[in-house]
């Protein structure tokens, strides 16, 4: 699919300047009158002798646009036009048509032609037409790209933040989101590192362009150079036709390598020479396709470790750890965990057609006492169960896996945590104090040297359960079950 811009692999020169165009007229006064109105524009014209090499021309040098006369000599222009929306459906088309022939011109358009000029075209009508139609297929292609990247994913903006631990995140990608320069995100796996990196590229200056992702530990070794650089037709056993690589799909914009420790060998030393000479040659190619992306690497593994281990090239590593983000797992973030409990009920259940239900405070209580060993990834799973398995338009305690409840009735204990806000400490402090007198609320009332009342008032506000009245979920269950 043509893009707002293309780069041009010949020679290794770029085209970013200009907008190559296709012109196939046989007629030599007027290819002649067409190439000098377009080079005045500053256009570069591809030149095609009929359809065979205009199909090729389509294939090789992938232009913004092309220029076709209904008139040629030794081509039906309508079979013509089919060919050139097949290769490239995308391309925008200006036709030619003499006054005789304005119904071939209608036809055209039809068939998916953006305009048409009479012939011999005025030159500056020529140009105007053109950069009409190059400046609304520009428009249509990024509103695309934009609508397809809302509607499968969230930006910033999915970022929750509430924590000290993903503020500090959100500052980091603020302050190297202009930046130019490569990017690694570490953490854990099913932190939301892609999350991270999409947020990056939006903040950045390159959020008009792609975002393409591709997961190493997910692709074969044997076709992950193919997905990153292309494949010429016939350079390898399936190629039946050439294809464009990542990296040339990502042009102008980011290319995400999540996983990029099970990148084999071969392959990191390939894209270690794309980050530093910014161009590379498809499989079985033989010219050079310059790009300009910023690549965003992510890992769960110790690459310095891999590097000890003559498992990752020490030079690609030092490459990519230009600028580094850290996210910390879930456990280290658990003043997020409301939040996200909210924004997963909510999109799943319109993922899954059901009704959205309500969380009690005490369910979210169990889910920020849980450790999460499979971080945001691991309660985006556990709340789709609960929300499908669940009867009622209520999460209650009981409908959380055992370990989780379990995990609420005796929480993990030690020294509070990095990023730990003042009302998890209260609400920690007030339930080992209730647990520590068996429950009695007048005695932890005096212990923490607070009145009664307040202390209900807290206690409701925490979603605490009593210690010794563990039971009362059951037999409230019990008793909606008779009503």
């Known amino acids: 699919m043509a893009g707002p811009s293309r780069i041009i692999g010949g020679m290794g020169e770029s085209s970013r300047g200009s907008s190559a165009v296709l012109v196939v007229v046989d ?53 013509l036009l089919q060919e050139i929306r097949r290769v490239d459906p995308a391309v925008p088309v200006l036709v030619l048509a003499g006054a005789a022939h ?29 950069g009409r139609i190059l400046d609304r297929h520009d428009l249509d292609s990024r509103i695309a790209l934009l609508q397809g990247e809302i509607s499968k994913h969230q930006s910033v903006k999915g970022l929750v933040a509430r924590s000290s631990a993903m503020r500090a995140v959100l500052d980091r990608v603020e302050r190297i989101a202009p930046l130019r320069a490569t990017v690694l995100v570490q953490g854990e796996s099913g932190v939301g590192k892609e999350l991270v990196a999409r947020a990056v590229h939006f903040s950045s200056p390159r959020r008009d362009f792609p975002f393409i992702a591709l997961n190493c530990a997910a692709m ?22 050439r294809a464009r690589g990542k990296f040339e799909i990502a042009h102008r914009g980011t ?11 071969g392959t990191q030393a390939k894209l270690l020479r794309v980050l530093e000479e910014k161009e590379f040659m498809r499989l079985g190619g033989d010219r050079s396709i310059r790009v300009d992306v910023r690549v965003i690497a992510a890992t769960n593994a110790n690459l310095e470790d891999l590097v000890e281990r003559s498992l990752f090239r020490r030079d690609l590593y030092y490459r990519l750890k230009v600028l580094t983000v850290q996210v910390p797992p879930l456990r280290e973030r ?3 965990i409301p939040v996200l409990v909210e924004t997963f009920l909510d999109q799943l ?19 920020q006492a849980y450790s999460w060993p499979g971080n945001v ?17 209520v999460v209650r305690l009981e409908d959380l896996p055992p370990a989780m409840s379990r995990t609420r ?61 563990r039971r009362r979920p059951r037999r409230r269950a019990a008793e909606e079950t008779a009503r």
């Open 27 to 79: 007629e030599g006064s007027i290819r002649e009158r067409v190439i000098h109105s377009l080079a005045r524009a500053g256009h570069r014209p591809v030149l095609a002798s009929g359809g065979r090499d205009a199909v090729r021309r389509l294939e090789e040098d992938r232009p913004e646009a092309a220029i076709v006369d209904l008139e040629l000599s030794s081509e039906d222009p309508a079979v």
């Open 102 to 130: 304005a119904g071939a011109a209608v036809q055209a358009l039809r068939q998916g032609a953006d305009d048409y000029l009479h012939r011999p075209p005025d030159p500056v009508e020529l140009r105007i037409r053109l």
């Open 220 to 241: 074969p070794q044997s076709l992950i150079e193919s997905e990153l650089f292309g494949h010429e037709k016939g350079s390898f056993t399936g190629a039946h036709a």
């Open 255 to 265: 290319l995400f390598l999540d996983e990029i420790g099970e990148m084999d060998p």
């Open 334 to 336: 658990r003043a997020d």
């Open 349 to 367: 259940a319109r993922v899954n057609a059901v009704r959205p239900k309500r969380i009690l405070p005490e369910a979210v209580a169990a889910l």
């Open 377 to 393: 990834r691991e309660l985006k799973n556990v709340l789709e169960s609960v929300l499908v398995s669940s009867p009622g338009d």
């Open 409 to 469: 009735l005796a929480p993990e204990r030690g020294e509070p945590r990095a990023g730990t806000t003042l009302a998890e400490m209260e609400r920690e402090l007030i339930l080992r104090t209730l647990e520590q007198t068996g429950g009695n609320r007048t005695h932890a009332a005096s212990i923490l040297d607070i009145g009664v009342r307040t202390l209900q008032r807290k206690i409701r506000a925490f979603g605490i359960r009593i210690p010794s009245k």
